[in-house]
Structure formats: structure tokens, C-alpha cells
């Protein structure tokens, strides 16, 4: 078993930054891979960013530049780094652990809500 807890999220104004957290616990070791996924009202989940334990990253064509997503193996911990935040980066972020093929994890999500 894995468990994720994010923390982070909150309010902040439109060219805002924030950073989010995710620790994770339990079986860690096996998962190659963590991101970070959004779910904004009305819309389906989204992968925001992801990386594996080498450090390849994967972003969102709407995140470049913007987000920066990186990892502490020894904290079996990922973060996110949210510059220039807009409205329409408000939702809810949720941590994932898991591999393709695998069972995937998911914590309980944090809100980030941006206002213009």
C-alpha cells in the first residue's frame, strides 16, 4: 500500500506562485513514476506534470514554462512549483503515484484557486 498526502494548495492572485507537496509512505520504492493531476469543475482530470525516479519530467503543453515539477527520493516526496498562476489553472490537484500497467495512487487532492 501507498499513501500520498498533499499540502500546499490554496488562494492566490492571477501571476501568483505556489508550491504544492506530496509525501508519500507505505511501498514507495517499487513506483517509478509521480505527478500531478488537476480536475477543474465540469471537466475531466487532467495530468499536470509527472517524473520518474531519474528525473524525466512530463508537463502539460498548458504548464511549460510555468510549472516545474521535481522530486526527493531520499523524502519520497514530489513537489510542484506553480509560477505565473491563472483563473484557469483553479482546481483541484491531486498527487499520483503509479506506473503504467500498475495500480496507480491517489492522494486526496488539494484546492488551488486563482483569482483574476
Known amino acids: 500500500q501507498v499513501q500520498l498526502v498533499e499540502s500546499g494548495g490554496g488562494l492566490v492572485q492571477a501571476g501568483g506562485s505556489l508550491r504544492l507537496s506530496c509525501a508519500a509512505s507505505?511501498?514507495?520504492?517499487?513506483?517509478?513514476?509521480m505527478g500531478w493531476y488537476r480536475q477543474a469543475p465540469g471537466k475531466q482530470r487532467e495530468l499536470v506534470a509527472a517524473?520518474?525516479?531519474?528525473?524525466?519530467?512530463n508537463y502539460a503543453e498548458s504548464v511549460k514554462g510555468r510549472f516545474t515539477i521535481s522530486r526527493d527520493n531520499v523524502k519520497n516526496t514530489v513537489y510542484l512549483q506553480m509560477n505565473s498562476l491563472k483563473p484557469a489553472d483553479t482546481a483541484v490537484y491531486y498527487c499520483?503515484?503509479?506506473?503504467?500497467?500498475?495500480?496507480?495512487?491517489w492522494g486526496q487532492g488539494t484546492q488551488v484557486t486563482v483569482s483574476s
Open positions: 499520483n503515484a503509479g506506473d503504467p500497467g500498475t495500480r496507480s495512487y
Open positions: 507505505g511501498v514507495i520504492f517499487s513506483i517509478n513514476t
Open positions: 517524473i520518474t525516479r531519474g528525473g524525466r519530467t
